[in-house]
Nanobody, 124 residues
Framework: QVQLVESGGGLVQAGGSLRLSCAGS????????MGWFRQAPGKEREFVGT????????YYADSVKGRFTISRDNAKKRVYLQMNSLKPEDTAVYYC?????????????????WGQGTQVTVSS
């Protein structure tokens, strides 16, 4: 069992930055690859990025590549999403999730555990 809690969301102006944090629990946390997803009002949940269980490899959606960075600290059981150069279209609820697929995945179907989400609002 892995439990996930996101934090760090808020309101920011376009061009600004935010860092989201995902706190995990459970003895097997470090064996899971982690992903970030987001869901805007009226839209389907969208893949943002994923990081390998060891933290050595990441993969991002084209829409955030070069602006967002995922990192993890397995000793602290935390995963981070650094978001720079934010745009109004980045406004969404952001979720972290855990998958047993060690290299990570862009498919939400591959994730077993989800956090409750944190709201990010980017004003123009």
């Amino acid at each position: 069992q892995v439990q996930l809690v996101e934090s760090g969301g808020g309101l920011v102006q376009a061009g600004g930055s935010l860092r989201l944090s995902c706190a995990g629990s459970g003895r097997t946390f470090s064996s899971y690859a982690m992903g970030w997803f987001r869901q805007a009002p009226g839209k389907e949940r969208e893949f943002v990025g994923t990081i390998k269980w060891s933290g050595g490899s990441t993969y991002y959606a084209d829409s955030v590549k070069g602006r967002f960075t995922i990192s993890r600290d397995n000793a602290k059981k935390r995963v981070y999403l650094q978001m720079n150069s934010l745009k109004p279209e980045d406004t969404a609820v952001y979720y972290c999730a855990a998958t047993p697929i060690g290299s990570g995945s862009a498919s939400s179907d591959e994730y077993d555990y989800w956090g409750q989400g944190t709201q990010v609002t980017v004003s123009s």
